[in-house]
């Protein structure tokens, strides 16, 4: 297994798992249908029409997919993933030729319609703010949206702030950490907003430097370091590695994502930088 596999695996995991279901539940406009809704569904589409292409992938490859693909495979699963990501690729016609695929073209799936139950009954909870909801399918726990009431996932702050000033790290790690506390669950900022913050109110710094303080946080995710992107909105590092191929990427669109904040079909944040720093 080399770094490279590694890499494009993390990628896929992420797409299929994360950004194509997020893309679908926002109803983003990159597709005029969204007809699947979890990531076992975009699993089987794109593995179906880049890996199987003749056949159901499952006669081409073991499952789980993931640990049996070879890295053209998972470069050619990655390329499609991405086209129904930016409407290169349309998710509707690949999910026809996937069900043909598998005998089941033009049949009214209890599967779909599951799905459209399960997606309705979460947005209403998160409307109504209830709670978790379970996903019909894969028995997940979904968790609600940052706009919720709910406030089981708020991290006392004051308790990080305390746990940062008697740490044994350098003074500049420690101003890093404390302006971290200070972004809200729900938001983010980026390593050249807190750059420019520092630089403004304390002493001259710079986006490499922030993002070196943050490298090894020991305190993650409570402290959040995971609320900070790259300037050009893209995801940036997390726990020493960067980018999308990054090893933890897909960890860091997942602290991010249960926080409420999304990326478009580019890659690129959406909403406004958290700057209003106060230390």
């Known amino acids: 297994m080399t770094a490279d596999t590694d890499a494009l695996r993390s990628h896929w995991t992420h797409l299929y798992r994360e950004h194509l ?38 006669e081409v490859i073991k499952a789980p997919a993931v640990k049996h693909m070879s890295t053209g495979q998972l470069e050619a699963a990655i390329l499609m993933a991405e086209g129904l990501a930016n409407g ?35 947005k209403r909870a998160r409307e109504t703010g209830k709670g978790r909801t379970v996903d019909a399918l894969s028995g997940e726990v979904e968790l609600p949206d940052a706009s919720s009431k709910d406030k089981q996932h708020e991290v006392d702050m004051s308790v990080q702030l305390q746990r940062i000033a008697n740490s044994n790290i350098t003074t500049f790690r420690r101003q890093m950490l404390t302006l971290l506390c ?25 986006a490499r ?26 995801i940036g590092g997390f726990n020493g590695h960067w980018g999308e191929q990054g090893k933890f990427a897909s960890e860091k669109h997942r602290l991010l994502y249960e926080e409420g904040v999304r990326f478009d079909s580019k890659g690129k ?11």
């Open 21 to 58: 279901p997020a893309l679908a539940k926002a109803r983003d406009p990159v597709q005029k249908v969204w007809p699947v809704y979890l990531d076992h569904c975009f699993a089987r589409i794109v593995l179906d029409n880049a890996v199987g292409v003749t056949t159901p992938w499952t």
């Open 88 to 122: 290169e690729v349309n998710l509707r016609e690949m999910d026809e030729r996937s069900l043909e695929l598998r005998g089941k073209k033009g049949k009214k799936r209890k599967t779909e319609v599951a799905e459209g139950n399960a997606a309705k009954r979460s």
């Open 182 to 206: 200070e972004i809200p669950r729900g938001r983010y900022s980026t390593y050249q907003a807190m750059s420019d913050y520092i630089t403004k109110t304390s002493h001259k710094t710079c």
């Open 269 to 279: 944040v959406k909403g406004p930088v958290f700057r209003e720093f106060k230390m």
């Open 209 to 234: 430097a922030v993002g070196s303080a943050m490298r090894n946080n020991p305190f993650a995710p409570q402290v959040p370091c995971h609320r900070v992107v790259a300037a050009d909105g893209t």
